[in-house]
């Protein structure tokens, strides 16, 4: 995917349920498509919904999607997970997000 952004850049941005939510965070970084009735304005929104546009990955590769559970967004790099939780934008290792969330899917753009 076309990095738009480097994520360490926004590590400590404040996170808002309506404002600035991990969709917000990850289409600052990446390039994501604008997908015509399917819509994430809000935390609380299932980005699931945007899979058909992604192609499932077996193990992750830096800068890809990693989705966690169904409303939950963010970005594979070096080990570990760049993502806009409850506070602000951070970086955990996937060994703590794997304690978090029981679903851990890793996603890449079909185009690619």
Known sequence: MKLL???DELVGKRWDEINYHCYDFV???LEMPALS????TMAKDNISEYKPFYRELLEP???CLVLMGDRHIGIYKD???YHADRDCVKYESIRNIR???QIIEYYDRVSE
């Open 5 to 7: 952004k480097n994520p």
């Open 79 to 81: 080990g570990g997970v």
């Open 27 to 29: 289409s600052e970084c």
């Open 99 to 101: 304690r978090k969330y």
């Open 61 to 63: 590769k830096d800068f």
């Open 37 to 40: 009735g399917i819509a994430v």
